[in-house]
Structures are given as structure tokens and as C-alpha cells.
């Protein structure tokens, strides 16, 4: 079982950080239109409930963004995924459909506003320790975005594994991405709002959509 170690970097510039992590067997597929009946009927409610202006008051991606500016970055040049999916949304926009395991966890990031991490565990190469640690990103440091090519996380709070990083709120490594292929997923719901029951509601409804839309046979669903 992998841990997940909070650096001091962090606890320094964002001492209100709690986070919540799942760790699941998964049987992935590419499309669920289950899941995307669920998805579509969220997103009319959130539209109606919801505007651009509104959503800049919601704590958990204002506090998203001030942890931003406190490690060193402009949230407004790298926006922190939770925002960008909820802006999307409120745009009008489609989302993107990716895989289902990406796609319910868009729809548990949408409902809560937190960033949340997704990678497949197998791919991850724990420190000496069987840890993850979240810290800051640094100048020159290598990351390969998913979609996005090499991005600067410079300044970006960033969990890294023994060979660097893997996740970060604006996009996570091409390294540990999400695909078919994957059987044991680790989610991370990063709550730099403070808010530990908000934190855990959100992971509870992860482990929800999981169970229904892609937990295999025989599998656990453990949240730690």
C-alpha cells in the first residue's frame, strides 16, 4: 500500500492542506453511457444553479488558487484542473470524453471544485519509504503533461514518486496517466480549502461512481 507524505515546503505555505486519497480495482472502458446520462444530467442542474461569476467565491478553487500564488505560480496562466473543468462547464461546453475512469473522476471534480488526481498505482515507483510526497515543484524540473507536452511546474505543488513527479492540480504526468489497460487506480482529492468533511464527501462520492461504473469483479474499493 502506498502512503502519502505531505512535504514541510507544503505544510509551511499551505497549513490548511488536508487531502483524501482512493485506491481501487478498476475494470475500465472506453465509453459508459450510464455514466454519461448521470454526467449530462448533473451539468444542466450545475448550469442552472452556477455562473462564471459565481464560481469565483467557491472555496475549494479559491483556496485552490491562493495555494497556487503561496508555492509561486499564477493561477490565472496555469489554472488548476477543478476550476478549468467547472469553466468549461458553465461556458456551455462539452466535456471531454476520455475514458471512464477520467470521466467520473471530471464529474466528482465538477461537483466539488477540488483538482483531483488520477493515476494508474501499478505505474507508480514509490520512494524507499512506499511513499508519495506532495512538495513544490522546481525550477527546470522535467514533467511531461498529459495532452499538454513539457510544462513548467516551477512553483506548482506536485506529488513525486522515486523517479519525480506524477501529479500536479493543472494536469498530472504522461507516466502514470489513466487508460484501458489500467487495473489498480489511485485517486488523491487535494483540499487546500481545509474543509476535511467536504474532502471526504467528495472521495465517498468517488468510491460511489467507482462501484457503479467501473469496479471489477471481485475487486476492493479501500479508502485510506
Not at 498505482?121 to 495532452?147: F, M, W
Request: glycine share 8%.
Amino acid at each position: 500500500m502506498i502512503t502519502l507524505q505531505v512535504s514541510d515546503e507544503i505544510r509551511e505555505r499551505c497549513p490548511e492542506f488536508v487531502g483524501a486519497a482512493v485506491f481501487a480495482d478498476v475494470d475500465n472502458s472506453q465509453f459508459s453511457s450510464e455514466l454519461w446520462q448521470e454526467i449530462d444530467s448533473f451539468i444542466d442542474d450545475y448550469r442552472n444553479r452556477y455562473t462564471i461569476d459565481s464560481i469565483k467565491q467557491m472555496p475549494s478553487i479559491e483556496a485552490t488558487r491562493t495555494a497556487y500564488r503561496r508555492c509561486g505560480k499564477d493561477p490565472s496562466r496555469y489554472r488548476p484542473s477543478g476550476e478549468a473543468l467547472v469553466r468549461r462547464t458553465l461556458q456551455g461546453k462539452e466535456l471531454y470524453r476520455v475514458n471512464t475512469l477520467v470521466d467520473l473522476i471530471n464529474l466528482a471534480s465538477i461537483a466539488y471544485g477540488y483538482s483531483i488526481g488520477g493515476f494508474d498505482a501499478d505505474k507508480i515507483v514509490p520512494d524507499s519509504h512506499l511513499s508519495l510526497t506532495l512538495g513544490i515543484g522546481r525550477e527546470d524540473e522535467p514533467y511531461e503533461g498529459i495532452g499538454r507536452g513539457p510544462l513548467n511546474i516551477a512553483g506548482l505543488p506536485v506529488y513525486r514518486d522515486a523517479l519525480g513527479g506524477i501529479g500536479t492540480p493543472t494536469s498530472d504526468h504522461e507516466r502514470t496517466k489513466l487508460s484501458l489497460e489500467t487495473t489498480h487506480l489511485l485517486t488523491i482529492v487535494n483540499g487546500y480549502d481545509g474543509n476535511r468533511q467536504n474532502t471526504l464527501s467528495c472521495a465517498h462520492f468517488l468510491q460511489d461512481l467507482l462501484r457503479r461504473f467501473a469496479h471489477s469483479d471481485g475487486g476492493k474499493v479501500i479508502e485510506f
